[in-house]
């Protein structure tokens, strides 16, 4: 007989004889009559063992929770006052005719659904956890979604190529992980932080449009949104410029969201410069969904003998910013103290503010420590930048760049979600006009803000780190989930990127040279773009940890408790490889 899922049967199947198949979910005992709910990925279905039939009775009588049931029953209508309104089924039960018991089941370390359940244990039992209705629901989801993918892109008359797993190391970012090579001893493979040089070098090969839902790998201190092996959708076109891959990319996203979230939904995307969102939100993946952003008033405080302010002026390196919290005067002095412990954690000395109690008097109605610093003039520019109400509250903030930015673009955040300004649904904004280089800390040495294969605006022969790249990211609800550029397609000019991160001829050679070698061949200008689908998974489900989108993913610590790895190797093993391992001292 053909299966029936449990959760799909309804009133219009009384009085036909179902087979189902699942776990057992709970199994209650009532007057001698035996019930059980049995479980399937569809949902539940109650299951009555009467005990007329002695054979079936009996046997029911060993069944626990989790068991695997095979039962063939007719389908019934409960009686009136014995409905279950939380159940799709409710209003039918199983009466059972057969019962096979496919296996049994130790008692679980914990029940199927509970939600308070330590994450650890859910990892450890990883295979009990993902019968939940939560996780399967996230994982059913992300194979909906790389099906809608691979159906747009196939439309498009992409190629779907898969590029190695075991490859090169190169600078991507992060510490690759390392695999040794027995054949070759003394040598080693990287496992890809991303397919980058590989699809690139497919547009050399004149397949124009490529695509990969790709598994990468980069050995990183991890966060919620970050695990050391990850998925992304691999994009790269030839003869495409910027313009080409943000219009693709709005396509599938628009693809994405109609069949997954809402068919009528119209999607925007806003674009923002680097620099723009930077002095407006401390960063470069802005949520716009919240109304807070910081207002740059050093031009109001040239002549001020604050310390505070005047130590930030005229400097290139330091800022003045304010922040206008709608309705913030309600904020409790302990409120504003643990506010300033959070912006101390990013370096910030402290946190000044303006309580606007009467927008009419600023003499009177501005309550403030830092008042009687300013002038009456420095207060009224302020506050005529900063356009607030009466009721609002502006936390001011001056020190280095760095610290200003992520110290206040963090206060955004927690702020927002405090005082429930964050509004619902999703907002996209595309991140553009990336400078090419960065300084690393505390040199005059450049390194990649994106990575060294994208192309700059214009062509020069003196890189800093003012020279704009064709870079771009696409960002939602204040994460950025994906990244890509215009690709160099030119040797001298990839030559010239090198040497201005100051890479020796024999570093080149050895790092890029199959690469360089290959640019000579013929290679068409090109565009591509990457997308963290753990990441968009997380978003669109409304998640908060990356961790709840894969099947087996690895704990914070980079391990996997379901499997206790990673483990040691034997020294067979490793002497195979050629390898000694030196343990640190505990």
């Known amino acids: 007989m053909e299966r029936s899922y449990c959760g799909f049967i309804d009133i219009e199947s009384v009085d036909e004889t179902l087979n189902i198949k699942g776990w057992v979910n709970t199994r209650r005992d009532h007057g001698g009559v035996i019930f059980i ?25 060993a069944i626990r929770s989790e068991y695997v049931l095979e039962i063939c029953g007719l389908v019934k ?38 939600e308070s359940t330590n994450e650890d244990l859910r990892l450890q039992y990883r295979y009990v956890d993902l019968r939940s209705n939560y996780m399967q629901a996230n994982l059913r989801f992300r194979s909906k979604l790389f099906s809608v993918i691979r159906n747009h892109l196939g439309d498009l008359e992409f190629n779907e190529i898969e590029t190695p797993i075991l490859t090169k190391p190169t600078p991507e970012g992060a510490r690759d992980y390392i695999v040794p090579s027995r054949v070759h001893k003394g040598s080693f493979f990287a496992l890809p932080q991303s397919p980058q040089l590989f699809k690139q070098m497919l547009m050399i090969s004149g397949l124009d449009k490529y695509y990969q839902i790709a598994k990468c790998f ?23 410029d910027e313009e080409d891959i943000m219009c693709l990319s709005e396509s599938l996203m628009q693809k994405i969201f109609s069949e997954l979230i809402d068919k009528d939904i119209i999607l925007n995307f806003p674009k923002i410069t680097f620099k723009e969102s930077i002095e407006k939100y401390g960063c470069d993946k802005p949520d716009l969904r919240n109304p807070l952003h910081l207002v740059d008033i050093s031009a109001h405080l040239v002549n001020t003998e604050f310390k ?33 412990d959070t ?12 309580k606007i109690e009467d927008l009419s008097d600023t003499d009177k109605g501005i309550s403030s420590p830092i008042k009687k610093f300013l002038s009456s003039d420095e207060i009224n520019k302020i506050i005529k930048s900063v356009k607030p109400s009466n009721g609002d509250l502006i936390f001011f903030s001056a020190d280095t760049a760095d610290v200003v930015n992520n110290s206040m673009s963090t206060l955004i955040s927690k702020i927002g979600a405090d005082l429930d ?9 595309w991140i553009v006009d990336y400078p090419m280089f960065e300084y690393e800390k505390g040199t005059k040495n450049l390194t990649s803000l994106h990575h060294p294969f994208t192309s700059p605006v214009s062509n020069s022969q003196d890189f800093n780190d003012k020279t704009l790249s064709r870079a771009y990211d696409l960002t939602l609800n204040g994460n ?17 990127v090198f040497q201005a991160l100051k890479l020796t001829d024999s570093e080149i050679d050895s790092k890029f040279g199959f690469f360089l070698k290959s640019l000579e061949y013929g290679c068409p200008p090109h565009a591509g773009i990457a997308f963290g689908l753990d990441r968009i998974v997380m978003l669109l489900r409304n998640l908060n940890s990356i961790r709840d989108t894969i099947a087996f993913p690895k704990t914070q610590s980079s391990s996997c408790l379901l499997t206790e790895a990673p483990t040691e190797i034997d020294l067979e093993q490793l002497k195979e490889l050629a390898i000694k391992t030196n343990k640190p001292k505990t």
Do not use: W
């Open 37 to 61: 709910d049995l479980r399937d990925h569809t949902g539940l279905v109650q299951v009555v063992f009467n005990p007329e039939e002695k054979e079936i009775f009996e046997a029911a009588q």
């Open 77 to 114: 209508k409960r009686l009136d006052g014995t409905y279950n309104p939380e159940m799709s089924t409710g209003k039918i039960e199983i009466i059972a005719k057969k019962l096979t018991i496919l296996n049994i089941s130790k008692t679980t370390p914990f029940k199927v659904n509970d």
């Open 218 to 240: 980069r050995d990183e201190d991890l966060r919620a949104d970050r695990q050391p092996e990850f998925t992304q959708l691999d994009i790269e076109c030839s003869f495409y």
């Open 308 to 340: 505070v302010f005047k130590d930030c002026i005229n400097n290139p390196d330091k800022r003045i910013v304010a922040l206008n919290i709608p309705g913030g005067s309600k904020l409790t002095r302990k409120n504003i103290d643990d506010y300033t």
């Open 343 to 354: 912006v101390k954690t990013f370096g910030a000395k402290g946190l000044a503010y303006f």
């Open 421 to 429: 300004l964050i509004k619902s649904g999703f907002k996209f904004a």
């Open 480 to 496: 950025e989930i994906g990244g890509g550029s215009v690709r160099i397609h030119e040797k001298s000019e990839q030559l010239k």
